[in-house]
T-cell receptor, first 110, second 113 residues
């Protein structure tokens, strides 16, 4: 079992560029999440998906979109990247109130 | 809005010292509580969890936490820290029957050898 995988691990974008962060889990979990981690602010929820076909906004959804492609995959899209979106992005899946995290994507927007 | 507060942002200890990290949450209903640890350059890993029952829960690597419902607290403790405990620690709460997790801002622990 790979658990939760994320691609890419690192990415540098210029302001205005778009990109999609990929996340996949092989634990057959219904719930999946996208967080961003910034120094001194902990993890902030961007979007989550309680089950295949559903998505909901978290604390900081502005500037992001998500797609729950199937039960395994949950992608995060930045349509027009801004320097304020420089962060480390973590995907997680959950079952029985426990979360399992991916290794993260470090994104820099210049 | 629900919130999780970790009042210690940065803690520096010497090896063998005792550790207590505070966590308070704001929600009056049933909650499940967690502590996660993030070692430098790594992703978050579950340290311990409380769902119900004995309010004193034990986790991995000698960590424990006590749930005090009247104080809305879930403090993390370890009697004797090691250099390898240097990491960032996050408290998290999920409301019963909901899907959203709420994380504290984290506490960075530096243990001096």
């Amino acid at each position: 079992n790979a658990g939760v995988t994320q691609t890419p691990k690192f990415q540098v974008l210029k302001t205005g560029q778009s990109m999609t962060l990929q996340c996949a889990q092989d634990m057959n979990h219904n719930s999946m999440y996208w967080y961003r981690q910034d120094p001194g602010m902990g993890l902030r929820l961007i979007y989550y998906s309680a089950s295949e076909g559903t998505t909901d906004k978290g604390e900081v959804p502005n500037g992001y979109n998500v797609s729950r492609l199937n039960k395994r995959e949950f992608s995060l899209r930045l349509e027009s990247a801004a320097p304020s979106q420089t962060s480390v992005y973590f995907c997680a899946s959950s079952a029985h109130y426990e979360q399992y995290f991916g290794p993260g994507t470090r994104l820099t927007v210049t | 809005a629900q919130s999780v507060s970790q009042h210690n942002h940065h803690v520096i200890l010497s090896e063998a010292a005792s550790l207590e990290l505070g966590c308070n949450y704001s929600y009056g209903g049933t909650v499940n509580l967690f502590w996660y640890v993030q070692y430098p350059g790594q992703h978050l890993q579950l340290l311990l969890k409380y769902f119900s029952g004995d309010p004193l829960v034990k986790g991995i690597k000698g960590f424990e936490a006590e749930f005090i419902k009247s104080k809305f607290s879930f403090n993390l403790r370890k009697p004797s820290v090691q250099w390898s405990d240097t990491a960032e620690y996050f408290c998290a709460v999920i409301l019963y029957n909901f899907n959203k997790f709420y994380f504290g801002s984290g506490t960075k622990l530096n243990v001096k050898p």
